[in-house]
C-alpha cells in the first residue's frame, strides 16, 4: 500500500529555489505514476504535474511550466519536484500524489500530509 511522505518544504525569498522530496514508505514508487497538487489557503486545489498517458511525459501546469521540474531517482525510492524562480503566489501546501491523466487534466488519489512552501521577503 501506498504511503507518501512529502518534505523539503520552507520559507524562501522570491526568485530563491527549493526542491521537495516524496518518499513512499509503504511500497515502491516505481510502481505508480507520482504527481504534484498544491493548496493555498481559500483557493482550490491546483494540480501542478503528472505523468500523460500517452507518451509518459510529465505534464506542468501553465503557471509553473519552466520553473517547475518533477524527476525521479528509483535508487532512493524518491520523487523530486524541483521548483526555481518561486514566486509569492507559489504559496501553499504542496502534495504529492498517485495521480493519471484524466479527461480533464491532471487526477490525484492518495497523497502525504503535505509540506508547506511560503515565498515571501
Known amino acids: 500500500q501506498v504511503k507518501l511522505v512529502e518534505s523539503g518544504g520552507g520559507l524562501v525569498q522570491p526568485g530563491g529555489s527549493l526542491r521537495l522530496s516524496c518518499v513512499d514508505s509503504?511500497?515502491?514508487?516505481?510502481?505508480?505514476?507520482i504527481g504534484w497538487f498544491r493548496q493555498a489557503p481559500e483557493k482550490e486545489r491546483e494540480g501542478i504535474s503528472c505523468?500523460?498517458?500517452?507518451?509518459?511525459?510529465?505534464v506542468y501546469t501553465n503557471s509553473v511550466k519552466g520553473r517547475f521540474t518533477m524527476s525521479r531517482d528509483s535508487a532512493k525510492n524518491t520523487v523530486y519536484l524541483q521548483m526555481n524562480s518561486l514566486k509569492p503566489e507559489d504559496t501553499a501546501v504542496y502534495y504529492c500524489?498517485?495521480?493519471?491523466?484524466?479527461?480533464?487534466?491532471?487526477?490525484?488519489?492518495?497523497w502525504g500530509q503535505g509540506t508547506q512552501v511560503t515565498v515571501a521577503s
Open positions: 505523468i500523460s498517458s500517452s507518451d509518459g511525459s510529465t
Open positions: 500524489a498517485t495521480s493519471f491523466m484524466g479527461s480533464s487534466g491532471c487526477e490525484y488519489e492518495s
Open positions: 509503504g511500497s515502491t514508487l516505481d510502481f505508480y505514476a
